[in-house]
């Protein structure tokens, strides 16, 4: 059997093989950047939660030094920063707030052990900071 293929089919053929080539790099292409793209929108609401979670530490922060050294003027202000609290952290550490702000004057709750819970939701379980190294000063009786 012998076939003969002529010039013009031989370009017909040279030039579908070329379409097929584009159209599977054109394909491998856009699965690739939609692939990089889901890649970079996860790790940017990563980072979005990351400095959500950041701020709300700073603010746990903010209402343990408003509470132990404030004045007692801002009550209402104090109040809702505890309540938005509240509504973004995670349920154990609104009750270990909670916890410290009720009963600290009872039972002298020490608000370097939020703080280092608040630590192991950056660092792991595996963070070595510890209650005694982290300084809390008692309010001068200038302080208020």
């Known amino acids: 059997m012998n076939i003969e293929i002529s010039v013009t089919s031989a370009i017909f053929i040279v030039a579908g093989i070329g379409a097929i080539q584009f159209l599977a790099a054109e394909l491998i292409k856009a699965r690739l950047q939609k692939s ?4 970079y929108a996860k790790k940017l609401e990563e980072y979005k939660l990351d400095i959500r ?76 900071i510890t209650a005694e190294n982290l300084v809390h000063l008692e309010p001068q009786n200038n302080e208020g």
């Open 53 to 128: 979670l950041r701020e709300n530490a700073a603010r746990i922060a903010e209402a343990l030094a408003r509470y132990h050294h404030g004045n007692g003027k801002d009550t209402r202000g104090f109040m809702q920063l505890i309540w938005e609290l509240s509504i973004y952290l995670p349920s154990d550490l609104v009750c270990d707030l909670t916890t410290h702000l009720v009963e600290h004057r009872t039972k002298k709750t020490n608000p370097k052990d939020l703080i280092v819970k608040v630590r192991k939701l950056f660092h792991g379980k595996s963070d070595v």
């Open 36 to 39: 990089i793209d889901h890649e």
